[in-house]
């Protein structure tokens, strides 16, 4: 009886968890559906993406990895009859050559100054650039007055402080490369700046000059004003009159890229609505305050993008220094990849190969660090 | 574009040089500047590379050094201005170098119009060809019917049009843009036969998989004096110039070496004593002290010992002397005697 009466009861006390999704809406295979099967169109380029991957990248990797010969003195390690093997880079050519490729032909008891010059940099940008980095502001100060001073009397030497002068003509690689996109960054932003605000100037002469300078700047290719710079400049001078041949192409890109810069800050001006100006005025800003207050700090965020765009465009054209015989990173590796002791087969595309994971780092880099900051600054007012 | 920027400036360049030649005081200029500065190549193999350190070797280089050894009795003083083929003259006619020495072909046009003076010879040069081994063709004249590769627009390909048309053969050109390209073409087996300056030859030849598979072709189809010049005008300056290439191959014909020449200085051979400076005034009166040629001898060396170093049996490219043998060995080297 009591058992007729205890009957089989079961009240469930916990929840049932949910049922998995079936396979086909969740995890990796649906990821993939949805992603790269979604239709015929999709599967069609998908389909053709992997095969382009399958064709291009176990070339690359076996050249640049698997066959490549990280040890060596001189061709012998990098010849397939000698070597024995398939040979891929030589990263043993690049290895021997890398103090070249860094310092160009910077007296080697001095190049614990361009060490120096690349730490006093990293600090300069990474100051700079950590947003949240203590007393930003002398960041600024240090970057544009008092790093270019120190960099200056560094690589060239002061016979004050006893440090051999050391000639242009003896710089070259990264060295160079990094000291040519340096300045025209550099210079590039405050004088872009003043150019884009002089061109919207109502003062007709200002607004005349920078009309007439950004124009004639950007109708003329770079490599024009370098050759005009390097192979014309010297027949105007008196003789014996020379200006110092890193010099030239380093005022000729400093200018350049502040006529690009000038535009793309005119850009953000446009941007800013009237009011932000009318506002201004109304509290007894002047032109100044207003400027520096107002109105630039909200155009120049929002262009950052066209700003590291200019950077990024800045730093690849510096290779342009090299037809007029400035030894910056490509021009190091096209002379010393003529050095018979280094003649193989691969030379030529280790070299190229080198300099492109340079470069590529570097933009990747700026191109990244752009993003991030794009967000951060744009994290109140997304639309 | 280029071109015309050359043109234009070459024209400068030429107009100019009236002003330039009134100034006879480069060796002033270089003394009271403490260095030489020269003229290179931006990169070209056994005349001006980068070691590992950055210092520039190769035969012009050689050359340069031996100048500042003449003047300074120091062949470390002088700096290097590598110099495209564009910016080349100019840089000597405004007064940037002291010096041109970077494989530059002497021709009438170039030593008479643009207001520069060639001193000598320090490397003769010409096209030749190479072809692979198994073709099985030991002389340029067996290239009958023969795809040649060859870089487009240049004097080679004038050269080689010249050369077949006047033997009577028949050839097909492929041409290329770039030096590289013209190389891998003739590699990967599109043409019978490369054609570029012999120099070039051997030195692209040791890019090849297996350079030992080509041989160079004896036959030199042009003439490419390659020498240093100086502005014209400034005949002091000049007359070092041209001396400093002298001394090296008269040391050769005499047997001084870099190693021997202290003991050379007490040789009793007037015409060795003339040329170290024991005997005669020959070097103050070119400006320099007496024991010019001895210092250059010193530091450098002799012309066969910057040969083998740089080009010859003691480089990579194994170039033979051939036409830059000295005449006594039935080449063309040939120096004027200190006398």
Redesign the interface.
């Known amino acids: 009886m009591n058992a007729a009466t205890e009957t089989l009861r079961f009240v469930r006390a916990q929840e049932v968890d949910a049922a998995p999704p079936p396979n086909l809406v969740r995890g990796p295979l649906a990821w993939i559906r949805e992603n790269l099967f979604s239709g015929p169109v999709n599967t069609i380029l998908t389909l053709i993406a992997l095969y382009l991957i399958y064709i291009l990248f176990p070339p690359i990797i076996r050249f640049l990895f698997i066959d490549a010969v990280w040890t060596g003195s001189n061709?012998d390690a990098c010849?397939?009859?000698t070597a024995g093997h398939a040979v891929g880079a030589c990263w043993a050519y690049i290895w021997?050559?890398l103090?070249?490729f860094i310092?160009?032909?910077?007296p080697?008891a001095e190049r614990w100054r361009v060490n120096l010059f690349f730490l006093l940099l990293a600090v300069g940008v990474a100051w700079m650039l950590w947003l949240d980095a203590p007393k930003r502001a002398w960041g600024a100060v240090y970057f544009f007055a008092v790093f270019p001073i120190l960099a200056f009397v560094l690589l060239t030497g002061s016979d004050w402080l006893r440090l051999s002068h050391v000639?242009t003509?003896?710089w070259?690689g990264i060295l160079v490369t990094i000291v040519v996109s340096t300045v025209g960054i550099v210079f590039a932003l405050p004088l872009g700046i003043v150019l884009a605000l002089g061109r919207r100037s109502k003062l007709p002469i200002i607004r005349i000059f920078s009309v007439i300078f950004i124009e004639f700047v950007r109708g003329v290719p770079l490599i024009?004003v370098l050759?005009m710079a390097?192979?014309?400049l010297?027949?105007f001078?008196p003789?014996?009159v020379?200006v110092d041949?890193l010099l030239r192409p380093l005022v000729g890109v400093a200018i350049f890229a502040s006529a690009y810069m000038a535009e793309v800050v005119r850009g953000g001006l446009q941007a800013i609505p009237k009011g932000q100006y009318e506002g201004a005025m109304s509290l007894g800003l002047n032109y100044w305050q207003m400027n520096v207050f107002i109105v630039l700090p909200q155009a120049l965020k929002i262009v950052i993008p066209g700003i590291v765009n200019t950077f990024i465009g800045l730093f690849k054209d510096t290779t342009l220094v090299a037809?007029?015989?400035i030894?910056d990173l490509i021009?190091?590796i096209?002379?010393?990849?003529?050095?018979?002791?280094w003649?193989?087969?691969t030379?030529?595309a280790t070299g190229y190969a080198f300099a492109a994971m340079f470069y590529f780092v570097f933009c990747w880099g700026m191109s990244r660090y752009s993003i991030a900051v794009e967000r951060r600054l744009a994290a109140g007012q997304h639309r | 574009m280029k071109r015309m920027i050359a043109t234009i400036a070459i024209g400068l360049a030429a107009s100019l040089s009236a002003t330039a030649a009134s100034a006879q005081a480069t060796l002033n200029n270089v003394k009271q500047k403490g260095f030489l500065t020269c003229g290179s190549n931006t990169g070209l193999a056994g005349f001006g590379v980068p070691d590992a350190q950055g210092n520039w070797t190769g035969l012009d280089v050689d050359l340069c050094r031996a100048i500042a050894a003449a003047i300074f009795n120091d062949p470390t003083k002088v700096r290097f201005i590598p110099l495209s083929a564009k910016d080349r003259f100019t840089a000597l006619q405004s007064g940037e170098v002291d010096v041109l020495v970077r494989n530059t072909t002497w021709t009438m046009s170039r030593d008479t119009q643009l207001g520069l003076d060639f001193t000598g010879v320090n490397y003769y040069d010409g096209q030749g060809f190479m072809v692979r081994k198994k073709l099985g063709v030991s002389s340029a004249k067996e290239l009958n019917g023969a795809s040649v590769c060859t870089q487009q627009g240049t004097t080679t390909e004038l050269n080689l049009a010249d050369y077949f048309r006047a033997n009577n053969m028949k050839y097909e050109v492929v041409a290329f843009v770039g030096a590289d390209e013209t190389f891998d073409a003739y590699n990967a087996g599109r043409c019978d036969a490369f054609t570029t300056d012999a120099s070039g030859l051997y030195a692209t030849r040791l890019k090849a998989a297996s350079p030992e598979e080509h041989i160079v072709l004896p036959e030199i189809i042009s003439k490419e004096p390659l020498g240093p010049s100086v502005r014209h005008g400034d005949n002091q300056w000049g007359d070092i110039v041209r001396w400093t290439h002298y001394a090296m191959l008269n040391a050769e014909e005499l047997g001084v070496t870099k190693a021997n020449v202290d003991q050379m200085t007490k040789n009793d051979n007037p015409e060795i004593k003339r040329l170290l400076g024991s005997e005669g005034k020959f070097g103050e009166a070119i400006g320099l002290t007496n024991d010019w040629a001895l210092r250059i001898v010193k530091h450098v060396g002799n012309y066969a010992e910057i040969f083998e170093k740089n080009v010859g049996s003691g480089s990579q490219l194994k170039i033979q002397r051939g036409q830059n043998a000295l005449w006594t060995k039935g080449g063309l080297q040939y120096a004027p005697p200190v006398r």
């Open positions: 061709r010849r397939p009859d021997s050559k103090n070249y310092y160009g032909s910077y080697a000639p003509s003896l070259g024009t050759f390097n192979t014309m010297p027949l001078l003789e014996g020379t041949r037809i007029v015989g030894f021009r190091t096209e002379a010393s990849r003529v050095d018979p002791n003649s193989a087969p030379i030529n």
